[in-house]
C-alpha cells in the first residue's frame, strides 16, 4: 500500500524520508541484557542502525528524539487475542463470550480492540478463538489500512467435539436465533476434523484454534484428549497443508502431550504441564501460552464469595449448589498452585512462552495486559527481562515472523516502543499507557508524545 501515511502525514516506507534517530535510551532488543547510551536510526519501514551514541553520525534532516531515562523496545506481541470478546459495563457482569451482540457490533468492537493493543505497545497479535470469520475480516482491514491493529495472525472459530464440555446449547441460538455462524464448530470423526481444519483454513484464519480438554480458568482440568489422537492428527495436517497454524486449548497432561506429538504449534494454557510435556514441546518447537491471570482473578473472586447467599456471576453458566461451587474453586486452586510450581520449570527447560490471555472475558478487559506480566514476576519469579522476551522475541517467533521483528536489529521492521522508565527493573511502567511515549508499527507512527 503506497498511500499509507504516518499520523503526522509523512508517507512511511519511502527512501527520501528522514530518518527518526533514538538516541540516548537504554535499549532492550528484545533477547540480550540491557545497552545504556545506545542510538537506534528507523529509516521508512526498518531499523537502519543500533549503535553506540558516540558513533552515531547526525545527518541534515534527521528527527532526533532523546531518550535520556527512557527505555527503548521492541512493540510486543498479544499471543491469545480474542478480538470482539469484551463489554463496555463493570466487567463483572459481561457475557461471557463475545456472542452478545450482531456481527456488525462485535467486527466494531474486534477493530476498537485491535486499536487499542497497538496503544498499549503491542504491535503484534494471535487471534484465538472468534465468531463470523471476524479475525479474517479484522486482519484484512489492517492491512487495507483503515483499521490500526497490530501484525496479525487470524483466529479461527474453536474446534469442539459434539457434546464436550465447551458445546453450550446457546453456542447455536445466539442473539434471537439468527443463524449465524458462532464461536464453535462441532466436528466429529476423523474426515470431520480434516474438513473443519480445511474449512477454517480455507476461510483464511491463520491459525485454527481446537479444544482438546476442559478446564483452565475457572473450571477444574480433566485429564482427557476430547478429540481421538486420529481425529487431532487429521486436522494438524489439513491445516499444515494449507500453510496455516494449529493453536489448541489444552490444558491437561495427556492433552498437551498429545498435541505436542501431533505437531499443534500453540498450547493455550498447559495448566498440568510437567517433565514428560517439556520434553514433547521441547522436540517439537511448540510455543506455550500460560494466560494464568484468569485463573489468579477467578479465586480472587470466587473463593471469598458467599455461594450460599449468591450464586457466583462469572462461573460457566452451568447450575451447581453451594458445595459443587466451593468443590470446584478448591479443584481449581489445586490447579493453580500446580501451574505455578511447573510453569517456570519449563521456562527454564527453554519452552518458548509468550503472553496472552483470555482478554474481553469479565473480570478481564482488553487494554489491561500487563497484570499478567507482573503476575510472572512476582508469583512465577520470573525475571522480567524474561517476560519481556516472552513478550517480544518469542511472541514474534510464535507469529512465524521471527526474522522480520520481534527484535531491534538492523534490517528488521520498525516495530519499536519508548518506554518512560525501566520495564527491566519494573515490568508495571508499561501498564500506565502515558509512559508509551512512542509507538512505530513498520515504521509507522502509531503514537509520538515527544514531539522530534
Ligand atoms: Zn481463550
Not at 463483572?92 to 456472542?99: C, T
Not at 522436540?283 to 471469598?304: K, Q, Y
Not at 514474534?396 to 521471527?402: D, F, K, S, T, V
Not at 509512559?435 to 515504521?443: F, K, Q, S, T
Request: charged share 25%; hydrophobic share 40%; glycine share 10%.
Amino acid at each position: 500500500m503506497s498511500t499509507r501515511r504516518d499520523e503526522d502525514g509523512s508517507a512511511a516506507g519511502s527512501s527520501s524520508e528522514a530518518r527518526r534517530v533514538f538516541r540516548g535510551a537504554q535499549l532492550f532488543d528484545g533477547e540480550s541484557k540491557a545497552r545504556t547510551g545506545t542510538t537506534v536510526v528507523v529509516r521508512g519501514d526498518k531499523i537502519e542502525a543500533v549503535t553506540p551514541d558516540a558513533a552515531y553520525g547526525a545527518r541534515p534532516g534527521d528527527r532526533v528524539y532523546d531518550l535520556a531515562g527512557k527505555t527503548l523496545m521492541p512493540g510486543m506481541v498479544q499471543c491469545h487475542f480474542h478480538s470482539h470478546f469484551g463489554a463496555f459495563g463493570d466487567g463483572v457482569r459481561a457475557p461471557a463470550l463475545g456472542l452478545e451482540a450482531a456481527p456488525a457490533y462485535l467486527s466494531m468492537l474486534a477493530a476498537y480492540n485491535a486499536e487499542l493493543a497497538v496503544q498499549c505497545g503491542f504491535t503484534g497479535g494471535i487471534g484465538s478463538s472468534n465468531a463470523h470469520t471476524i479475525d479474517v475480516s479484522l486482519k484484512e482491514a489492517i492491512q487495507a489500512g483503515f483499521v490500526k491493529g497490530p501484525r496479525y495472525l487470524a483466529g479461527s472459530r474453536e474446534i469442539v467435539t459434539t457434546g464436550e464440555y465447551s458445546d453450550y446449547p446457546n453456542n447455536r441460538t445466539f442473539f434471537m436465533n439468527l443463524g449465524c455462524t458462532g464461536l464453535t464448530y462441532e466436528a466429529d470423526g476423523v474426515d470431520g476434523w480434516r474438513l473443519a481444519g480445511r474449512v477454517e483454513s480455507g476461510r483464511g484464519c491463520d491459525v485454527v484454534k481446537i479444544s482438546a480438554s476442559p478446564g483452565h480458568g475457572s473450571m477444574p482440568v480433566r485429564d482427557i484428549l476430547c478429540p481421538t489422537r486420529d481425529e487431532l492428527r487429521a486436522l494438524v495436517e489439513a491445516v499444515h497443508k494449507n500453510g496455516k497454524r494449529v493453536r489448541a486449548h489444552a490444558p491437561s497432561k495427556t492433552s498437551i502431550l498429545e498435541c505436542a506429538r501431533a505437531g499443534v504449534d500453540i498450547i493455550d494454557h498447559a495448566d498440568r504441564i510437567d517433565d514428560e510435556c517439556i520434553e514433547a514441546l521441547l522436540d517439537h518447537n511448540c510455543t506455550v501460552v500460560p494466560s494464568m491471570l484468569w485463573s489468579e482473578r477467578f479465586l480472587g473472586i470466587a473463593e471469598p464469595w458467599d455461594h450460599d447467599k449468591t450464586p457466583l456471576p462469572i462461573s460457566e453458566g452451568f447450575p451447581e449448589t453451594p458445595a459443587e461451587a466451593r468443590a470446584k474453586i478448591r479443584a481449581v486452586r489445586e490447579d493453580y498452585e500446580y501451574t505455578c510450581r511447573a510453569m517456570p520449570e519449563a521456562a527454564r527447560a527453554g519452552v518458548r512462552m509468550v503472553v496472552g490471555d483470555d482478554y474481553g472475558t469479565p473480570i478481564m478487559p482488553h487494554g489491561d495486559y500487563i497484570p499478567e506480566f507482573e503476575l510472572y514476576v512476582k508469583k512465577l519469579g520470573i525475571a522480567p527481562i524474561e517476560v519481556l522476551r516472552w513478550a517480544t522475541k518469542n511472541g514474534a517467533e510464535a507469529m512465524g515472523l521471527g526474522d522480520r521483528t520481534g527484535t531491534i536489529t538492523v534490517g528488521k521492521q520498525a516495530d519499536l516502543i519508548v518506554v518512560d522508565g525501566d520495564p527491566l527493573v519494573d515490568v508495571t511502567c508499561l501498564a500506565n499507557r502515558d509512559n508509551l511515549r512512542v509507538i512505530l508499527l513498520d515504521g509507522r507512527v502509531m503514537k509520538d508524545t515527544l514531539g522530534a
